[in-house]
C-alpha cells in the first residue's frame, strides 16, 4: 500500500528536458504558498489565525501589506538561489582557508556546494541539519556560507546549524585521520577545535544519531552524511522528513553517486520520489534534491529501508539508475547490486 503511493513518480533528474528556472518560479511559488501549512507560517505568516484550513490544504487569508511584501520577497530569493544551484554557480564558490584547514571526506565541490547553500540558499527561518559532521568539514562549510549570508547578517540568531555525530574513531577512518592508537576514542575535542569559530552557530547533537529526535523546527538545508546504515537511514528519514518544507528546502545526499553499497539512499529518494525532484549533483557523492511536496508523517515513520520486500527495492533502485547516465549510472548500479546481494544474504523477502 505504501509503495503504491510512489508509483506515479514526479521525479525528474538533473539531466531533465525542463528548462532551468521552470520548475523554481513556477512549482516553487505555488507548492510554498497554499500547499503545505508550515510553508506558509514560515513564509511570513507567523500568526496562526492567518493560515486557514481547507480540506487537506491550507490557504493563506488576509495578508497585511508587509506581509505580502515578505511573502514575495521570500519566494524571489527561494526562485533565484534554486535556479543558481541548478545553473551550478556554487561551482565557482570561494573556498577560503577555513574551509582548506579542517579535514573532511568531502571532495572541495561538495563543500563548495555547501558553503554556497549556506550563504545563497539559507533564508534565516529553518534549521540548517549537518549530519555526520566528523571532525568538522561540512560543518565549517555550511557556517562560513551563513556567517557570509545576508539574511542571517541582518538578524543573527543561533543556533542555526545542527551537527550530528557520534564523534567516535571508527576503524576505516585510520591511518588517513588518526593513528591507530585512537581507535574507538572521542574526536569530539578535535571537532570544537576545528569549529570554535561558529560556536554561537551550532548546536552539537553528540551521540548516536538514532537516540536523538527532531521537535519539528521547519528544516532549510539536511546535510546527509551519516546514513551509513539502513536503520540509520531509516531513523535520519522519520525524524527530519516530515520537517522539510517544499519548494524551498534542500536535501543534500552524500554517498549518493558512490559505487559502494549506499543503495538504500537510491531507494530512499525513489521511494518518496512524488516529494523530492534533482536539482543538481557534484558528478561524483553528492545529490540535491528539493522538496516538492511534503513527506507525510505516516510515510516517513514506516521504515521502508528495514521494511520493503527485495522486488520492490530492485524496482526503485533499477527506476533511480535510469535518471542518470554514463558513468554516474553505472556507480549506481554497482551500488544496487551491492545493495540487493546485502539484503538477499540477510534473507530479506
Ligand atoms: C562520512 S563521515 C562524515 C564526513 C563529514 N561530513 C565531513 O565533512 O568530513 C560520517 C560520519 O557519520 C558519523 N556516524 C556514523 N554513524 C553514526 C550514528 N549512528 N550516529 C551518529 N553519527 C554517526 C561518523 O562518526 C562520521 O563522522
Same mark, same amino acid.
Not at 528556472?21 to 497554499?34: E, N, Q, Y
Not at 540548517?128 to 545576508?150: M, Q, R, W
Not at 551537527?163 to 585521520?177: L, Q, W
Given at each position: 500500500?505504501?509503495?503504491?503511493?510512489?508509483?506515479?513518480?514526479?521525479?525528474?533528474?538533473?539531466?531533465?528536458?525542463?528548462?532551468?528556472?521552470?520548475?523554481?518560479?513556477?512549482?516553487?511559488?505555488?507548492?510554498?504558498?497554499? /500547499?503545505?501549512?508550515?510553508? =506558509? !507560517?514560515?513564509? &511570513?505568516?507567523?500568526?496562526? %489565525?492567518?493560515?486557514?484550513? +481547507? @480540506?487537506? *490544504?491550507?490557504?493563506?487569508?488576509?495578508?497585511?501589506?508587509?506581509?505580502?511584501?515578505?511573502?514575495?520577497?521570500?519566494?524571489?530569493?527561494?526562485?533565484?538561489?534554486?535556479?543558481?544551484?541548478?545553473?551550478?554557480?556554487?561551482?565557482?564558490?570561494?573556498?577560503?582557508?577555513?574551509?582548506?584547514?579542517?579535514?573532511?571526506?568531502?571532495?572541495?565541490?561538495?563543500?563548495?556546494?555547501?558553503?554556497?547553500?549556506?550563504?545563497?540558499?539559507?533564508?534565516?527561518?529553518?534549521?540548517?541539519?549537518?549530519?555526520?559532521?566528523?571532525? /568538522?568539514?561540512?560543518?565549517? =562549510? !555550511?557556517?562560513? &556560507?551563513?556567517?557570509?549570508? %545576508?539574511?542571517?547578517?541582518? +538578524? @543573527?540568531? *543561533?543556533?542555526?546549524?545542527?551537527?550530528?555525530?557520534?564523534?567516535?574513531?571508527?576503524?576505516?577512518?585510520?591511518?588517513?585521520?588518526?593513528?591507530?592508537?585512537?581507535?574507538?576514542?572521542?574526536?569530539?575535542?578535535?571537532?570544537?577545535?576545528?569549529?570554535?569559530?561558529?560556536?554561537?552557530?551550532?548546536?552539537?547533537?553528540?551521540?548516536?544519531?538514532?537516540?536523538?529526535?527532531?521537535?519539528?523546527?521547519?528544516?532549510?538545508?539536511?546535510?546527509?552524511?551519516?546514513?551509513?546504515?539502513?536503520?540509520?537511514?531509516?531513523?535520519?528519514?522519520?525524524?527530519?522528513?516530515?520537517?522539510?518544507?517544499?519548494?524551498?528546502?534542500?536535501?543534500?545526499?552524500?554517498?549518493?553517486?558512490?559505487?559502494?553499497?549506499?543503495?538504500?539512499?537510491?531507494?530512499?529518494?525513489?521511494?518518496?520520489?512524488?516529494?523530492?525532484?534533482?536539482?543538481?549533483?557534484?558528478?561524483?557523492?553528492?545529490?540535491?534534491?528539493?522538496?516538492?511536496?511534503?513527506?507525510?508523517?505516516?510515510?516517513?515513520?514506516?521504515?521502508?529501508?528495514?521494511?520493503?520486500?527485495?522486488?520492490?527495492?530492485?524496482?526503485?533502485?533499477?527506476?533511480?539508475?535510469?535518471?542518470?547516465?554514463?558513468?554516474?549510472?553505472?556507480?549506481?548500479?554497482?551500488?544496487?547490486?551491492?545493495?540487493?546481494?546485502?539484503?538477499?544474504?540477510?534473507?530479506?523477502?
Amino acid at each position: 500500500m505504501i509503495v503504491t503511493a510512489c508509483a506515479q513518480p514526479t521525479f525528474t533528474s538533473c539531466q531533465c528536458a525542463d528548462p532551468p528556472g521552470k520548475m523554481a518560479v513556477a512549482d516553487g511559488s505555488d507548492r510554498r504558498t497554499v /500547499g503545505d501549512r508550515e510553508g =506558509a !507560517l514560515k513564509l &511570513g505568516l507567523r500568526d496562526e %489565525a492567518q493560515v486557514d484550513r +481547507a @480540506p487537506g *490544504r491550507y490557504r493563506a487569508r488576509r495578508l497585511p501589506v508587509r506581509t505580502h511584501l515578505a511573502l514575495v520577497s521570500s519566494r524571489l530569493m527561494s526562485a533565484e538561489s534554486l535556479q543558481a544551484v541548478r545553473e551550478r554557480a556554487w561551482a565557482t564558490e570561494p573556498l577560503d582557508d577555513a574551509c582548506q584547514r579542517v579535514p573532511t571526506m568531502l571532495i572541495p565541490d561538495e563543500l563548495r556546494l555547501l558553503r554556497f547553500l549556506g550563504r545563497r540558499h539559507f533564508e534565516n527561518w529553518g534549521a540548517i541539519i549537518d549530519g555526520g559532521c566528523f571532525l /568538522g568539514g561540512s560543518t565549517t =562549510a !555550511l557556517a562560513e &556560507g551563513v556567517l557570509a549570508n %545576508a539574511a542571517w547578517q541582518g +538578524a @543573527p540568531r *543561533r543556533p542555526v546549524i545542527h551537527s550530528f555525530d557520534r564523534f567516535r574513531v571508527e576503524d576505516y577512518t585510520i591511518p588517513t585521520y588518526f593513528p591507530p592508537e585512537r581507535a574507538g576514542t572521542s574526536f569530539r575535542a578535535e571537532f570544537d577545535a576545528n569549529t570554535e569559530r561558529y560556536r554561537h552557530l551550532l548546536e552539537v547533537h553528540d551521540g548516536d544519531i538514532t537516540a536523538h529526535s527532531w521537535a519539528g523546527e521547519p528544516i532549510e538545508i539536511l546535510f546527509i552524511d551519516v546514513a551509513k546504515t539502513m536503520s540509520v537511514n531509516d531513523h535520519v528519514i522519520e525524524t527530519f522528513f516530515p520537517s522539510l518544507v517544499p519548494g524551498h528546502s534542500l536535501v543534500v545526499q552524500q554517498d549518493y553517486l558512490w559505487h559502494e553499497v549506499m543503495g538504500w539512499l537510491q531507494m530512499t529518494m525513489e521511494f518518496f520520489a512524488d516529494c523530492f525532484e534533482i536539482v543538481t549533483d557534484t558528478q561524483v557523492h553528492s545529490v540535491v534534491f528539493l522538496t516538492v511536496e511534503r513527506v507525510p508523517v505516516e510515510l516517513a515513520s514506516s521504515r521502508p529501508t528495514m521494511t520493503l520486500r527485495r522486488a520492490e527495492i530492485e524496482r526503485l533502485l533499477t527506476r533511480a539508475a535510469d535518471r542518470f547516465s554514463g558513468e554516474q549510472r553505472t556507480w549506481l548500479q554497482q551500488a544496487a547490486g551491492d545493495f540487493m546481494d546485502m539484503l538477499a544474504a540477510e534473507g530479506r523477502p
